[in-house]
């Protein structure tokens, strides 16, 4: 079974993303951070961002106390392979390989990543990865 596509809209991936980077969090916390990013939303808003990213199984809730405290239920990474997967395929028609250069021709890199990619590159030389 293949792993399931996860569709998510720009501003709700946006509030999963301060639960990623958060931890578990009330909607005035949410809504906080999305004010410090600098990003002007109401808490209606944001508490129906976090109610419909409950119902698609993306976030858990927990009543405590007098608020409801909601967490990721996926990573970042799960959510990035399946969206990194279908772009591969739209893209490229499910080959990485041009996307991956069209990336290394296009963006800088830090010090850190570019002896990352290294590593992987004689990784991928030795046949130590599929």
């Known amino acids: 079974m293949g792993e399931r596509q996860y569709e998510l809209g720009t501003a709700e991936l946006e509030v999963l993303k301060a639960l990623w980077e958060e931890g578990r969090c009330t909607v005035r916390q949410v809504l906080g951070h999305l004010h410090e990013r600098g990003r002007r939303v109401a808490y209606t808003t944001v508490l129906t961002f976090l109610t419909r990213l409950e119902q698609k199984g993306f976030v858990a809730s927990d009543k405590r106390g007098l608020a409801y405290v ?6 970042r990474e799960r ?3 399946s969206r990194v997967r279908e772009l591969v395929q739209q893209l490229y028609d499910g080959a990485a390989a041009p996307m991956v250069l069209q990336l290394i021709r296009s963006q800088k890199f830090s010090t850190d990543e570019i002896a990352e990619l290294q590593k992987l590159i004689a990784e ?4 130590k990865r599929d």
Request: proline share 0%.
């Open 79 to 81: 959510v990035t392979r």
């Open 70 to 75: 909601y967490r990721a239920t996926v990573t």
């Open 124 to 127: 991928l030389d030795a046949g």
